[in-house]
């Protein structure tokens, strides 16, 4: 069972900054890889980024390449989402997701466990 959590969202103005943290609860953190998706109202969710079990290697969505960055502290079972020049684009509920696939998926169905998600708005 993993159980996950994140944090770090709120209100932001473009081109400004947010951390998201997402914190699992699971005995081998580093047997998963670890995903974040986003949902905005209206829409589908969405595939932003995605690390490998050992964080060497990420995967991202191309409307996020080169603003956000996924990494991962297997130390603390926490895998964090940096994103940079935010745009109103990017407004969404953004969940962290973990999988025993191989990290290059971006397809929800390839993730077993979600967190409930964090609000994350970014305002013109």
């Known amino acids: 069972q993993v159980q996950l959590v994140e944090s770090g969202g709120g209100l932001v103005q473009a081109g400004g900054s947010l951390r998201l943290s997402c914190a699992a609860s699971v005995r081998t953190f580093s047997g998963y890889a670890m995903g974040w998706f986003r949902q905005a109202p209206g829409k589908e969710r969405e595939f932003v980024a995605a690390?490998?079990?050992?964080?060497?290697?990420?995967f991202y969505a191309n409307s996020v390449k080169g603003r956000f960055t996924i990494s991962r502290d297997n130390a603390k079972n926490t895998v964090y989402l940096q994103m940079n020049s935010l745009k109103p684009e990017d407004t969404a509920v953004y969940y962290c997701a973990a999988s025993t696939l191989y990290y290059r998926h971006s397809t929800a169905a390839s993730y077993g466990y979600w967190g409930q998600g964090t609000q994350v708005t970014v305002s013109s």
């Open positions: 690390i490998r079990q050992s964080g060497g290697s990420t």
